[in-house]
């Protein structure tokens, strides 16, 4: 098919009526967008992820479900025939009322993947309807049919092959004559169980759809025109970037960059696929163009802000000129499934920050037994509250006087776990996260102001 386009819309994005119909006129300026993927409307994940936590209130329970009732039907009041759309809306809702008691007496990761993935069962009906009454030939498309996964609930790994296979069979004939309307964060397993791809993972299922059905572009839509030198939210100066490769934008992603999930430019990078990120709010002023190749590659391209840290350091004088410790370490870590991020080491001991891949939220934690078993090793401290601090460019390991003019700037800080050299692309630190917004101004004024 040619020149198929694959655009996704973010919570934002289909917060309420008005903003899905700006969703709508988007993809009418774009006869080629042939499937759209849509994330839960704003805020609906959060109430969902609290229900699946367990809430033994029933009066708490019942207000939880009440609101998300109240987002939807606002939207369902605004359109002319909601009929048949409401009947599946509250289908799906008792559906999250059944859900959510049964998590009250005990939650599992299985269930909280059935509850949460219904955020986004509702968007695409209220929003394939929206469209269709718009003159759209829209039709809505359960993405479990399609985007097969393992059982790794709460943080799945996409079975990428099948997915196509089922794609070519299941999702292009439709895309042929109509705009399918598809759900992003979601799959299923072999046997049928519905399971989530780790929170923020819509971008990475749009990316693994567009893959899928070998489209020739991705467009994320959300709530800022684009990619920034840093979030304006922090550093009023903030630029936004015309155009950025594939190699800073994972970084950047990786860092903390809440515009793209960080596994969203892996399938697109596969298949050379361009991927614009730009506003629904403001679809006039562009955005961001990632791709493989781009004109300019400065020394500092932007600056991410991560928190909700964990580090976790281990000490032994077992370390010292001896073979097979961080071996050790790192065969607990992975029989108990712990992530880790970043790394550095000393004679006597080792700190690690631990990855936050799943779709409970917070601060990722150690498990207890992980902890025993390291504890057997040696001595084990943890400490939160911290935020990683990442400054993305290019060449950067091997430019000169860069890295004094950074902790020049930040001479006044405690800077922790500083890790530079491994990568051309970036340099990180963590520091507490009462200082971390200061740290990024700063930086960003030495950096990209001056």
Known sequence: ?????????????????????????????????????????????????????????????????????????????????????????????????????????????????????????????????????????????????????????????????????????????????????????????????????????????????????????????????????????????????????????SEMANFGAKILHPSTLVPALRHDIPVFVGSSKEPEKGGTWIRHQVQSSPLFRALALRCNQTMVTLRSDKMFHAYGFLAKVFEILAKHKVSVDLITTSEISVSLTLDQTDTSGGAPQLPIAAREELEQLCTVEIEQNLCLVALIGNNMSESRGYAKQVFGTLEDMNLRMICFGASPHNLCFLVHESVSRQAIQKLHKELFEA
């Open 1 to 249: 098919m040619s020149s198929f386009n694959v655009a996704k819309f973010g919570g934002t994005s289909v917060a309420n009526f008005e903003a899905m119909s700006r969703c709508a006129v988007i993809i009418e300026n774009n006869p080629n967008t042939k499937l759209v993927v849509s994330s839960a409307c704003s805020g609906v994940t959060n109430l969902l992820v609290e229900l699946a936590n367990g809430v033994s209130d029933e009066q708490m329970r019942t207000e939880l479900l009440q609101k998300l009732a109240n987002i939807h039907d606002a939207i369902l009041a605004e359109l002319k025939d909601a009929t048949e759309t409401a009947n599946e809306v509250y289908k799906i809702l008792d559906t999250v009322t059944s859900l959510a008691e049964a998590a009250s007496i005990q939650s599992s990761h299985k269930l909280t993947d059935h509850l949460v993935a219904c955020g986004e069962l509702i968007s695409t009906h209220i929003l394939a309807q929206l469209l269709r009454e718009r003159g759209i030939n829209a039709v809505r498309f359960d993405i479990r049919q399609v985007l097969r996964t393992d059982d790794n609930f709460g943080k799945a790994e996409p079975d990428v092959p099948q997915t196509a296979q089922l794609a070519e069979a299941l999702l292009l004939p439709l895309c042929r004559d109509h705009v399918v309307v598809t759900q992003g964060f979601i799959g299923s397993d072999e046997h049928g169980n519905t399971t989530t791809l780790g929170r923020g993972g819509s971008d990475y299922s749009a990316a693994l759809i567009a893959e899928a059905v070998k489209a020739e572009g991705l467009e994320i839509w959300t709530d800022v025109p684009g990619i920034y030198t840093t979030d304006p939210r922090i550093a009023e100066k903030a630029a936004p970037i015309a155009e950025i490769s594939f190699s800073e934008a």
